[in-house]
């Protein structure tokens, strides 16, 4: 049964999950990864979950076809999920087509006690009850259930097979409306270019998705609900900033190519102790000599680095964040908490939402802990990515000051 008994209203848990480690070594990682999953919904028991994948499928989608056909097989199926007699997965498997093609993968599954749950269709305009089990894949295009778009190429040139974007769903569940939405951002292609300007140019270029994506979601087309953005926003810690303190009193060293004069590498030494070097910085690249920073009490030390939400403070915020950065952890399924010295690591996997969500997240009867926002397998090798999770209820009657808004669009 879903649910603590003296808890009442309806139990959320959204999840957001980069999974491209999973389909690249699916024998070692597969396992692990689905067990803490189990974990964390058997600790919160929700009644309706929503999982967020990106890069689903890894980087040759062709080639682990059969590995996402098990993935999706094992959890509509198992044990662990069998009280979860409805669901909803949508895969965007149309690796052929540059133009559409997201690696997107969105999962939805209700637990058999919950009752009033509907889905919008937005060719329709109305909710429609959500019956039984139903997967949708390929062109996820002509699935009135959803909204998907990719990002246009302008939007990162040098990235020229980038397949970042977003899908959109909305759902109503005791009077409550509102949208869950799966996005993908866009990268940093350089450490060097990272870390040049700040904020980066990376960081302008993943605030005018974002942006085109929370206009798109809240123009005039449809009704306004709150809404749920989480996925990986590839958002990074201002590069230039974090190596100034992580090297305080240290000296650069500048590495030019012979050829072209490009810089290469810098490498930070300390002025004394025989020159010790502090950081190695290239394209790909980030080598500091001491990775506790990024782990001792969860890295919050660091959390002032990471800016790129504050853009957004009028129409997205977030619980506190108390969990180490989610990314770039070891794939080697023998070191869970290792980080790899390719990036420096960030929270780059995010659950957000609009401030009237964060209300009905926050909204609670009781003096429980009304909310958990935490990461998933922290001493497991989950891939590169850690899992990021936030449980919560919605209240009996949150959704009350709007049930006249919905109660026409509950259909068929």
Known sequence: MAGKAAAPGT?????TANVGSLFDDPENLQKNWLREFYQVLHTHKPHFMALHCQEFGGKNYEASMSHVDKFVKELLSSDAMKEYNRARVYLDENYKSQEHFTALGSFYFLHESLKNIYQFDFKAKKYKKVTGKEIYSDTLESTPMLEKEKFPQDY?????????GFIRTRWCIADCAFD???????HDASNLVAWETSPSVYSGVR???????????IDQRFEKVSYFVFGDFNFRLDS????ETLCTKATMQTVRAADTNEVVKLIFRESDNDRKVVLQLEKKLFDYFNQDVFRDNNG???LEFDKELSVFKDRLCELDISFPPSYPYSEDSRQGEQYMNTRCPAWCDRILMSLSAKELVLKSESEEKVATYDHIGPNV????HKPVFLAFRIAPGAGKP?????KCCVVQ
């Open 402 to 406: 709007h049930a006249h808004v919905h």
């Open 180 to 186: 869950l939405v799966n996005i993908h951002l866009f």
């Open 381 to 384: 090798c989950m891939g590169d």
């Open 156 to 164: 990162f040139p040098e990235c020229k097979w980038s397949r970042k």
């Open 240 to 243: 230039k900033s974090v190596v």
């Open 11 to 15: 139990a959320v848990l959204l999840i």
């Open 207 to 217: 605030h005018k998705a974002l942006g085109y994506v929370l206009d798109r979601i």
């Open 300 to 302: 919050t030390a660091l």
